[in-house]
């Protein structure tokens, strides 16, 4: 039987954690999540680069293709960005998009080009650019100039040059970018 003693007695509680118990387990998932976080963004740079070097093969393909239905003759352009090669890969020879219902000019070697919403493209300065999976627009050389000559600065002469500039953006010439090493362009991927 109880007594009223038991009944107005304070009932023991089982001891918690301490604090300093408490904050090395919040220690603990902190590092984790850190080591967590870092090896996520691993992955993504891993995977960007991946994306980048498949798009790089099927924009060497699709020209190549262009070049076979043009007697040889690859796409000819007077800067490095990849307009010259989104207007000959799309059939989009104003390089400004084609309009719902408007049909392309030329032949469509690159169909995806057409869907702005594919990441694959990008406008800069009123062009449409062939784009890598930084969103940085693909490079491309001609190994021939508008009048047949080849040009000096191409790594592959007669034929084309394409490549990324990597994450980082950065070509290491404003013009044209070299096919140097330097700090600048040890990310660029090219075909």
């Known amino acids: 039987m109880k007594t009223l003693q038991d009944i107005q007695a304070k009932p023991r509680f089982a001891r918690g954690f301490s604090l300093v118990e408490i904050l090395t387990v919040i220690a603990i998932i902190l590092v984790l999540a850190t080591i967590i976080i870092g090896a996520l963004g691993a992955v993504k740079k891993t995977q960007a680069k991946k994306e980048t070097s498949v798009r790089l093969a099927r924009l ?3 020209i190549e293709t262009y ?5 040889g003759q690859y796409p000819i352009g007077d800067d490095a960005l990849s307009g010259p090669v989104y207007e000959a890969l799309s059939g989009d020879f104003t390089g400004n998009g ?4 408007q049909e392309p000019e030329g032949e469509i070697y690159w ?8 990441g694959l493209v990008r406008r800069v300065g009123g062009k449409l650019l062939v784009v890598d999976a930084y969103l940085n627009s693909f490079r491309y050389r001609s190994g021939v ?4 000559e080849p040009v000096p600065e191409a790594r592959n002469p007669l034929e084309f040059d394409a490549w990324s500039v990597g994450a980082d953006g950065l070509p290491n010439d404003p013009n044209v970018d070299s096919n140097l090493q330097s700090d600048e362009t040890k990310d660029d991927i090219w075909k």
Do not use: T
Request: charged share 25%.
């Open 60 to 62: 060497k393909l699709g």
């Open 145 to 148: 100039d508008l009048q047949g």
């Open 67 to 71: 070049a076979s239905d043009n007697n």
């Open 98 to 101: 084609i309009s719902r219902g």
């Open 111 to 118: 169909p995806e080009l057409l869907n702005l919403k594919s």
